[in-house]
C-alpha cells in the first residue's frame, strides 16, 4: 500500500514538472498538438457531413406510415399505381382518417433539371405532384411564406432545402418546365425531412404535363399506429388485385440513405486511417525529441531515487495530453467551420438533389477524442519505454 | 569533404528521427496520390470526355425521353457527322446492389462514336447475328464471372417486356469490350436497339438520349445550339452540351469533391510543414556548433545555407517521391478491385507531375527558414557551444 502512494506520489512529481517544462518546447508541442488536431478536424468534417445525409433522409420517417410501389420497384420513380389500386389501398383496416377521409396519398414523382447555386450546372432537382392528404400523411409540413398551389393551375411549393441550394425558387419567381411556365406561390419545411429538398404541385397538372394519364408513382399511407402495419402489409400482398411492395416509410428512407452514407463514411475512414498514420509519426518525432531533450533530468530523477515506471507514466500523461487538447482544438475548429455548412448531393437510389446540413455530432466529437487518444498513445508509449530503458550514468554524462 | 558526405552525415545524426520525419512525409504524399485517385474517379470522366462529342437530353431532365427520329433530324444540321442514340435500362441482375448500367444501342453506330473501345471483330459479327445479343464491360465481366456465350436474366424496374410484364429479359453474351484509355469506363452492358424497341411494352420510337459526333470540336458549342434550335417550341426540346460539359455537371449533382478533396490536402501538407519544418529547426539548433566549426574552417556562409537546404530537400523530397511510388503501387492494385464500381479511380500522369512537383516545393519551404539561420550564425558565437 506505501509503496503504491508512493508510486503515485512520483507520477505526480514528474508529471507535473513534465507539464511545467511544456512551454519551454512549445514548438515541438504544438507540432504534436497540430497533428493531431488535423486527424480529428478533417474526420469530425468528414463523418458529419454522413451524419447530416442520414438526418435528412431519415428523420422524419415513420414507423406508421407505409410507403407503397409496384412490386419490385426499388425507388419511386421506377414504380407506377394506377388511380384503380390506389382505390383498393384505402380498404384495407388500420388506415389512419384526416380532416378529409382516409390518410391515402398518391403521389407523381419526376425530376427536373435547375441550376445549382454556387456551381451553376444542372441538378437532379425532385418535382412531386400530391393531393391534399399529402400535406397531413407527412409530419409537420409547414408553408413558411406565401400560400399553397391552387389545384389545376401551374403553380408550385417549394421545399426551403431546395429554395436555398437551385436558382430561381424563390416566392414570386417562375420556372419553365418544358413549355409551361409554373409560378413558385410558397416555401414549406418539413420538420428537416427529405421533403424540404422537393417541388411539390398539383397532381392533376403533372398528370396532364406528363401524359400519365390517371397514373401515379407512389402513395404513402399513414396507419393509425406502427402494430398496424403487419396486417395491412398483408392485407395488400393477399389482394390479387395488387401488385405491390409494401414497407414502412422508416425502412424505405434508410435503405435510400444507405448507399450514400456507407459511401461517405468508408472514404472517410481511408483518409482518417492514413492521416492517422502520419499523425502517429509526428506524436512519436515530438515525444522523442521531448524525451531525448530532457535525457539529464530524467536521469537525475531516477538518480535521486525516482522508479522507472514513473518516468513512463509522465510521458505518456505529456502526450495523451497532447492528443486531448488537439482533439479539442480540431473538434472545435471543425464544429466552427462546418457545423450547419450547407450542400446537396445526390442521392444514389432516387438520382435526385438531397440538400442537408453538416451536423457535427457529441458522438462525432467523442469518437474524435477517442482516436486522438490512441494517436497519442501510440505516439507516446515507445518514447516512454526508451526514456526508461537508458541507463542512468550514460544519459548524466551526456552534455 | 564533400557536401554529399555531410549531408549524409547530417541525416545519420538522429536516425529515428530523421526516420520518423521521413516516414510522415510519406503518408502526406501517400495521401495525395489517394485522394488525386478519388478526384479523379469523382470528376465522371471529364479528362476523357471527347472534343467532339456532344451529349443531347432532353431539356427538362435527362430522365425525360426523346424521339428517335431526332437522329435523322440532327444528322441534316451543317457540322454534324453523326448521332447516336442511348437509353437508361435500369435493370438489375439478380439484386438491386448490383448496380451497373444497361444501354441499347444501334451496335454499328455505337462502336463508331466511341473508338475507345475495343471490341473483336468476332464479336461484332456475332453481335450483329444474334438479336438478343449484349456485349458488356471486362470489370463488369469479371464482377459477375460472365463469359461469352452466357445467357443473362435481367430484371427490369422501367421497361417491361410487351405481355410478359414482370420477366426478366434474357440477353446473350456476344463479347466483352475493353479499353485502351486508362480510367475508361469498362463497366456498361449494350444490347440491340431493334430488339429492345420491338420487344419493350411501351414508350416505342423513344430514346434517352443522343451523342453527336461533330466535324469540327473548335465549333461544338455553335453546333449545339444549333441543335437546340431546331428543336425549341417543338414537344420536346433539347438541351446540348460538349461532353466534358455534361460530365462536369454530373459531377458537380455529387457536390463540390474537388473543394472537398483540395482542402484535406491543404490541412495535411500545413501540417507537414509544421512537422518537417520543426524537426528541421530543431535538427540545426542542435548543430549551432558543429555549423560555427565548418564555418571557421573555411566553408562560406552560402555553402552552409545551401548545404541545410540540401539536407531538407533530400530528406523531404525523397520521402515525397517514395510516398507518390506508394500511391502508384496502391493505385495499380486497387484499380482493377473498383474497376467495376467506379472506373474513374486511377492515378492520372498530371496529379504525379504535381505531386512530384509538391514534394520539390515542400523540401525547399521547409530547409528555408533552418537554412537561413545556419547561414546567420555568428561563427564566434557558434564556436562556444562546442
Redesign the interface.
Known sequence: MRRFASFIRQCQAVSLYNLQTVWRRRGLSAVAIFGVAGVVGVMVAVLSMAAGFRAVVTGQARDDVAVVLRGGATAESSSILSREEIAVLQEPPGVARGSAGLLVSPELFVIIDRPKIGVGTDANVPLRGVEAAAFEVRDGIELVEGRRFEPGRNEIIVGVAAAAAFEGLLVGETIDVGRASWEVVGHFTAGGGVAESEIWTDTRVLQQMYQRGNSYNSALVRLTDPAAFEEYERALENDPRLNVGVQTQRAYQAAQSAPMEVFISILGWIIVAMMSAGAVFAALNTMYAAVSARAREVATLRALGFARLPVVVSVMIESLAFGIVGAVLGGAASWALFDGFRASTINFASFSQVAFAFQVTPDLLTQGITLALVIGGIGGLFPAIGAARRSVVGALREP | MSSLTLISAALRR?K??TF??F??VV??F??FG??SM?RSAFSMGVDLAGEDRLVVRH?????QLLPQSYEADMEELPGVVDAMHMTWF?G?YQD?QN?FMQSPVVPAEYLDMYPEIRLSEEARTRWIETRNGAVVGRATAERFGWEVGDRVPI?P??WQQEGRE?EAWEFELVGIYHSDVEGFDETQMLFRYDFFDETRSFGRGQVGWYAVRVNDPERAAEVAASIDRLFQ?SAA?T?SEPEG?FA??FA?????IGLIVTS?LG??F???L??SG??M??SVRERVGEIGLLKAIGFTAARVQRLVLFESLTLVTSAGFFGLLLAAGLAAVVQPMFAAYMPGLFLQGRDIFIGLGLAVLTGLVVGFFPARRAMKLRTAFALRRL
Open positions: 538522429k529515428a528521427r520518423l520525419t516516414s510522415s503518408f502526406a501517400l495521401m489517394v485522394l478519388i431539356r427538362v431532365s435527362l430522365f435500369g438489375v438491386p448496380f430484371q424496374t422501367i414482370d417550341n426540346e438541351k460539359a462536369a455537371g458537380n449533382q455529387m457536390g463540390n484535406i490541412a495535411v500545413f501540417t507537414i509544421l512537422v520543426n524537426t529547426a530543431q
